[in-house]
C-alpha cells in the first residue's frame, strides 16, 4: 500500500502494530472473546494498557460494543477468533450497519496458506460481512497493518459511521514489520461531504418563509453530529413543531413545547398527524425507514420535502424528495441558524399541534385492576430515576413502551436496536453503557423472550463491578408477535407463548445477581423504588399484564394517518 513509513532500527509483529495502532486511536476496551487464531493477539494484550472485556459469548461482545458506542459516540472495538467466533459477530454487525454504530472488528483468520482450502474455523467473512459493513480488509501483507487499522477506524468514524471489519491471518500477527502508517489518514475514494450546498439551504430557508405547516422531522443522524443543541436553537428561533424517529428521542425534552413525540408505527397522534398535514418537512438525519413512513409512496403527500444527510443514497431513496441536501447535520443546523425567522405565520399551526399533544397523549387503561400494566411499570421508572439514567432496551412491546413513556431528556439517552430489531441486545448493550459511564445509572429493560437470548453477560456484572437494573417484564409471551398474531391473524398464537420459563431469579442469583420478583399492583411503586435503592446489579422482575397491546399503531401499508387505538 502506499504512503508508508518505514523505520528500519524498529521491527514489530503483527500483534504488536494492532495493539500499538489501538492504543495509538485511543481505545479504552476491547470487546472479545479468544481463540486460536488470535492467541499471539491476545498474548500481546496481557501486557498492555487496554483491558480486553470477556463476554460470555461472541454476540455478547458485539453488542456490548454497541451499547459502549452509542452511549459515547466513540468507536467501539471488538475482537473475536477465526471460523464460529467471526460468524457469531455477524448480527451485531448487521445491526450496527443499520443504526449506523461506529465500531471496528477484528476477525482472526487461518494463516494466509490455508485460506480458501476448508482449513480448520474457516469463514469467508469477507463474503459473508461484505453487504452489511462500510468497508472490510483481509490484511495479507503485515507491512499493510499499520495502514489498514488507521483508515478502518478513520472510515469506520467519519461520514455515515459504521462497521468497519478487519479480517487478520494468524501468521500476519507473528510476522515482522517495520512499517508505520502516518496520520491523518487520506483516502481518496472515500471523502465524505461534511459542508452543505448553499444554494440547497437558501432554497430551503426560502421555502420555510413561505410555508404554513412545517415540521422538523429528526434522526440518530443529528445525534450522531452532535448537533442537539444547534437542532434546539433552530427550532426555537423559528417556533417548528418537531417530531423524532425512534433513535432521535432525547433530542429534545418531552416537555419541550414544541416536541410533539416519536412519530411512525407506535408514535404520537400528533405526531403522525402532524407528518400526514404539514406543508414542509424538513428531516434531518433520519433515512425515512418504513417503521417511520409506512407507507413510503403516500408519506407526506401534502408537503415539500427537504432531507438533509451525511449519505447522499438516503436522499429520495424512500420519499421524494424536492430539495435534497448533503452533508453534516451540525454543518448544515449552523447555515441555516444564520437566516432572520420571518414572522410566525404558522402560529395557528403550532397551537393546533399542540392541542393534539394535549388532547392526544399515549393512554392506558388506569383503572383499579390487579394485574401490572407495562406501561405503568415504565412511568414509575421514570420517576425513580426523575428521567436521568441511560435507559438500554430489548426489542419487542417493552421497547415501545419504553419509546412511549420514559421521560428521555438528552441525546444518547436511549440505547436500543432500531433497524435490525435484535433481540437479545439489551443485556450486553447495557453492559457496554455502563461501562462507557461507570458513574451513571443504567437501567435495561427486557423481555422474557430478549432476557433468554444473552442473559449469560450476567456472569460478568460483577466481575468488573458493573451498578446496572435490569427490568424484565415478563408477560409470558412474545409480546410483539402475539400481539400481530391477536390482530391481524385471527388470535392464532402460533409459537408466541411461553408454556414454561426458567425462574428467572434463580438464574440471576447463580450469577451473584441480586432478584426481586413484582407481582402486586398495589405495592409497585415501593417494591420498584425499594430494588432500585440496593447497590450493584439487580434484576428486577414484574409479571405484566399477559394481553396489553402497544397503541396506538398503524397497521400494515396504511399511512401515518390511519392509526388504530388512538
Not at 471523502?191 to 440547497?200: A, G
Amino acid at each position: 500500500m502506499e504512503n508508508i513509513e518505514y523505520q528500519p532500527n524498529h521491527l514489530r509483529t503483527g500483534a504488536k502494530v494492532l495493539v500499538d495502532s489501538l492504543q495509538d486511536q485511543g481505545v479504552e476496551m476491547i470487546f472479545g472473546y479468544p481463540g486460536g487464531a488470535v492467541l499471539p493477539l491476545y498474548d500481546q494484550l496481557y501486557d498492555a494498557a487496554i483491558p480486553n472485556i470477556l463476554t460470555r459469548h461472541e454476540q455478547g461482545a458485539i453488542h456490548a460494543a454497541e451499547g459502549y458506542a452509542k452511549a459515547t459516540g466513540k468507536v467501539g472495538v471488538v475482537l473475536v477468533t477465526s471460523g464460529p467466533g467471526a460468524t457469531n459477530v455477524v448480527t451485531g454487525i448487521a445491526d450496527a450497519m443499520s443504526d449506523s454504530v461506529p465500531l471496528v472488528v477484528i476477525t482472526g483468520q487461518v494463516a494466509t496458506a490455508g485460506i480458501g482450502k476448508d482449513a480448520f474455523q474457516e469463514a469467508d467473512i469477507l463474503g459473508i460481512t461484505l453487504p452489511i459493513t462500510k468497508h472490510n480488509y483481509q490484511v495479507r501483507c503485515v507491512d499493510d497493518l499499520p495502514k489498514v487499522i488507521a483508515e478502518a477506524f478513520h472510515i469506520a468514524d467519519t461520514g455515515r459511521k459504521g462497521p468497519v471489519v478487519i479480517d487478520l491471518p494468524k501468521d500476519i500477527t507473528l510476522q515482522e514489520t517495520a512499517a508505520r502508517y502516518p496520520l491523518p489518514v487520506q483516502r481518496k475514494s472515500y471523502q465524505p461531504t461534511i459542508d452543505p450546498s448553499m444554494l440547497q439551504i437558501e432554497k430551503l430557508m426560502q421555502v420555510l418563509g413561505k410555508a404554513k405547516r412545517p415540521v422538523v422531522l429528526a434522526g440518530a443522524g443529528v445525534i450522531a453530529a452532535e448537533a442537539a443543541a444547534e437542532l434546539q436553537s433552530f427550532i426555537g428561533k423559528y417556533q417548528i413543531p418537531t417530531v423524532t424517529t425512534l433513535l432521535g428521542l432525547g433530542l429534545l425534552s418531552v416537555a419541550h413545547p414544541l416536541f410533539l413525540g416519536m412519530g411512525g408505527m407506535h408514535g404520537t397522534y400528533a405526531a403522525n398527524m402532524a407528518l400526514s398535514e404539514a406543508d414542509l418537512i424538513i428531516n434531518i438525519g433520519s433515512r425515512f425507514d418504513d417503521r417511520l413512513a409506512t407507507a413510503g409512496s403516500q408519506f407526506g403527500k401534502q408537503a415539500i420535502v427537504a432531507h438533509i444527510d451525511i449519505d447522499p443514497v438516503e436522499i429520495g431513496k424512500i420519499v421524494e424528495t424536492k430539495i435534497p441536501i448533503v452533508g453534516d447535520a451540525k454543518a448544515a443546523l449552523l447555515q441555516m441558524l444564520r437566516y432572520k425567522p420571518h414572522a410566525n405565520q404558522w402560529a395557528e399551526w403550532v397551537a393546533t399541534c399542540q392541542s393534539r399533544k394535549a388532547d392526544k397523549p399515549y393512554r392506558y387503561d388506569r383503572g383499579q385492576t390487579e394485574e401490572i400494566k407495562p406501561q405503568r411499570v415504565i412511568e414509575e421508572v421514570g420517576r425513580i430515576t426523575k428521567g436521568e439514567a441511560y435507559v438500554v432496551t430489548d426489542v419487542g412491546q417493552h421497547q415501545m413502551w419504553v419509546a412511549q413513556y420514559y421521560p428521555f431528556q438528552f441525546p444518547k439517552q436511549l440505547i436500543t436496536s432500531g433497524g435490525l430489531g435484535t433481540m437479545g441486545y439489551g443485556i450486553p448493550a447495557g453492559i457496554g453503557a455502563q461501562f462507557a459511564h461507570p458513574d451513571k445509572m443504567i437501567v435495561v429493560f427486557v423481555g422474557d423472550g430478549g432476557f433468554q437470548m444473552t442473559n449469560q453477560e450476567f456472569a460478568i456484572l460483577n466481575e468488573y463491578g458493573l451498578n446496572v437494573k435490569f427490568v424484565l417484564l415478563n408477560n409470558q409471551s412474545l409480546g410483539m408477535v402475539r400481539q400481530w398474531q391477536e390482530t391481524f391473524h385471527g388470535e392464532r398464537r402460533s409459537a408466541s407463548v411461553f408454556s414454561q420459563q426458567p425462574d428467572f431469579i434463580k438464574l440471576a442469583e447463580a450469577y451473584g445477581i441480586s432478584g426481586t420478583r413484582i407481582t402486586t399492583n398495589d405495592t409497585l411503586s415501593a417494591d420498584l423504588a425499594a430494588a432500585f435503592a440496593q447497590t450493584g446489579p439487580q434484576l428486577i422482575e414484574v409479571m405484566v399484564s399477559t394481553s396489553e397491546h402497544v397503541l396506538p399503531m398503524i397497521p400494515p401499508g396504511k399511512a401515518n394517518h390511519e392509526m388504530m387505538g388512538v
